[in-house]
């Protein structure tokens, strides 16, 4: 049978409509299938989390089981199960369970912000009392537990020597080393400063304070001040060079791994030298995160004390030479202030811990917009 005889006899067996206005009848009369089944209307999930929160305050509160938070912990609970007995009936399994995640989620980021948020808002309100000009220009000297005066200058003058010494000795080192394990190591020197730097990564910062007071100020500084142990600014720096080093090494180094490897090969194909790809293509390329990974650490040794108050000696007094006598820093202030008898001491140690977190986020946007127009980076 030929192929034409095949199509001729299917074609008869389909019936044709006869009526001039029957097919169009047909296909008006037939169901159309549902492309969207039943959903939540969009003030659901608001009046289930506004019923969840008044039930569980109506539970906790009046049995005085607990305070805010319970009630935020029995409400979240509260309102994922309404979440999910409310998109079942309506919407089906498949929807609750995905509601349900999709709640779960939130309120993880939720939970999450919240203590940040509670830090943040306590930091500003109680750390705001004592910002006016005498806490930014004067120092503790000569300051009693009876005088409501006294200011972090001295504090803040040392922060900002210590931190800029420390790194200005390791960005150098860190980012140099981490150059060498990525493009340069293959041997076990490669995987020697790997295990160490690991290891230095969780060391306590108590120390590398010991460190430095055995090393530098023990043995070393007696021999360049007539043998007097040299308690320093400088000392305090080399303590934070310890703690940001291992930090700035991984961060580089990960971020040189991030680098595609063919915008190396098409530099070598082009006969551009190995070093000069390294700081031409890879560098740039890498440097955003560079930045972060040196602002983290840079934020980390702002905010240590113990090293500080081993090798640096605190002190009330404004001193501006970071290589002679004792230095102050305002994690160190914070620390003694909040130990302090006084009734005003409080007060100093928040706007201090306020003025640290302000300087970091200052010294961070700084950095980014640096990098940001740098011409390496274009």
Request: charged residues 15%.
């Amino acid at each position: 049978m030929s192929v034409t005889a095949a199509r001729t006899r299917r074609r008869a067996r389909i019936p044709r409509c006869t009526h001039p206005q029957g097919c169009a009848r047909t296909r008006r009369s037939a169901p159309e299938p549902a492309l969207r089944g039943r959903r939540l209307p969009g003030w659901a999930l608001l009046a289930i989390a506004v019923a969840a929160l008044g039930l569980a305050a109506a539970v906790v509160y009046p049995a005085g089981i607990g305070n805010w938070v319970l009630v935020t912990v029995i409400a979240a609970i509260l309102y994922l199960t309404g979440v999910f007995a409310a998109a079942w009936s309506v919407e089906g399994p498949r929807s609750a369970r995905n509601r349900t995640w999709s709640a779960l989620i939130h309120s993880a980021f939720v939970l999450a912000v919240l203590p940040l948020a509670s830090v943040t808002w306590t930091l500003v309100a109680k750390g705001s009392r004592r910002l006016d000009h005498d806490f930014f220009f004067t120092s503790m000297r000569n300051i009693g537990a009876r005088d409501a005066n006294g200011g972090a200058y001295h504090a803040i003058v040392g922060t900002l020597e210590q931190t800029g010494i420390a790194t200005l000795i390791t960005v150098p080192l860190g980012i140099c080393a981490a150059i060498y394990v990525v493009e340069y190591g293959r041997g076990p020197l490669a995987g020697t400063i790997r295990f160490f730097v690991g290891v230095m990564t969780g060391i306590p910062s108590i120390v590398a304070g010991l460190f430095v007071l055995s090393f530098w100020v023990l043995v070393i500084s007696p021999k360049l001040n007539g043998g007097r142990p040299g308690y320093s600014g400088f000392a305090a720096a080399l303590a934070l060079t310890v703690l940001m080093l291992p930090t700035v090494v991984r961060s580089t180094e990960e971020m040189l791994r991030l680098v595609p490897a063919s915008l190396r090969e098409g530099a070598y194909a082009l006969g551009v030298p190995k070093w000069k790809t390294v700081l031409r293509i890879v560098l740039p390329t890498a440097l955003p995160g560079i930045v972060t990974g040196v602002m983290l650490a840079l934020a980390r040794a702002a905010g240590e004390t113990a090293p500080v108050l081993l090798v640096a000696g605190g002190g009330a007094s404004i001193n501006v030479n970071p290589f002679q006598d004792n230095q102050n820093s305002l994690a160190l202030l914070t620390f003694q202030q909040a130990g302090d008898a006084s009734r005003y001491a409080p007060a100093r140690a928040w706007s201090a811990a306020l003025t640290l977190v302000a300087l970091v986020l200052i010294l961070t946007i700084a950095a980014k917009l640096v990098a940001g127009r740098s011409p390496l980076a274009r």
